[in-house]
């Protein structure tokens, strides 16, 4: 399976496959977690024991122990050893901490957006410098605390060009008519990772959920508050947003207690159609009743459904 993965790799002379086992192990790594990572990166074999260990020292400035780093490495074999620029490394590091972001947050981008750290030094530079110059011109004076709001909402933001981002907020700012407030409140918070979709896919989006909800008698008003209050629906393909909306009135609820409760839109369809059906076998009404709970946790979902049977 390795060889078929990377072929490359069998063909060097200087493979340290002992070395990256025995490195491994002494860092806390069980031997099936070591034989996973090798069958799935066979390329680990071919760093060094020296570059290893100053790349794991490097990774244990932002970690706090060593399982924290074997836990990324079993998920993400590729984030650790994918390049040996260890020096590219070190100044990505310090060059995040000298922003002011803090431990927490380069621990965030290093467990969900491992590439961040592969970037080249400049590419980085050039996003943080683009985020701080947009926090200033919508009148925020903390770029700092911003761009670590950003990060920690977005950790992907970093991998993202710099045009795809700019493209996204202006479309924000003028699909909704959001002065410059009301955009950084957005942006930082609920409507954060909307930045990484490409334009096209963030217009495309966003204009499907606007023509069903017409079709569906809402005005302006009721779509802008809908997607503002839940900007995770620009996530949801033409059919899939469709679909879901046409489940649930199907089953009698309306659109304006979609509109009031649009979570419910996180639940896959098979979900609303087995909850509904419990919930009306239950005697609840969903037309008049609380519908909330079509998006609650499964623990939480069932103590309320007990609940009911037990009336």
Not at 22 to 41: C, D, N, P, Q
Not at 108 to 132: H, Y
Not at 232 to 238: P, T
């Amino acid at each position: 399976m390795a060889k078929k993965r990377q072929p490359g790799v069998f063909n060097r002379k200087g493979t340290n496959e002992q070395g990256l086992k025995t490195f491994l192990l002494s860092k806390g790594a069980s031997k099936e977690v070591i034989a996973s990572i090798i069958s799935r990166y066979p390329r680990a074999m071919t760093r060094t024991p020296e570059s290893l260990s100053y790349r794991w020292n490097l990774w244990r400035r932002i970690m706090t122990s060593d399982l924290e780093i074997v836990n990324i490495l079993e998920r993400s074999p590729e984030s650790f050893f994918r390049s040996s620029n260890n020096l590219n490394l070190e100044n990505n590091i310090k060059f995040l901490y000298s922003v002011g972001l803090t431990r927490k947050c380069l621990g965030r981008l290093l467990t969900n957006a491992p590439r961040t750290f592969s970037n080249s030094l400049d590419l980085n530079k050039q996003m943080v410098q683009f985020l701080q110059e947009v926090c200033l011109s919508l009148g925020h004076n903390d770029p700092t605390d911003f761009v670590r709001k950003m990060i920690l909402k977005n950790p992907f933001i970093l991998i993202q060009s710099t045009k795809r981002v700019k493209a996204n907020i202006e479309f924000l700012q003028s699909a909704f008519n959001l002065n410059n407030e009301e955009l950084l409140v957005l942006i930082r918070g609920p409507g954060a990772k909307i930045l990484d979709l490409s334009n096209d896919c963030t217009r495309r989006n966003y204009t499907n959920v606007k023509e069903k909800l017409f079709s569906l008698g809402c005005t302006a008003e009721e779509v802008q508050k809908f997607v503002l209050n839940y900007p995770g629906l620009i996530f949801l393909g033409e059919k899939k947003f469709s679909d879901k909306i046409d489940c649930l009135m199907e089953e009698k609820i309306s659109i304006s207690q979609i509109i009031e409760n649009p979570r419910i839109l996180d639940s896959s369809i098979s979900t609303l159609k087995s909850r509904i059906k419990e919930l009306v076998n239950a005697g609840y009404n969903l037309s008049t009743s609380n519908v909330s709970l079509l998006s609650w946790s499964q623990k939480r979902y069932n103590a309320k459904l007990k609940k009911l049977h037990n009336h």
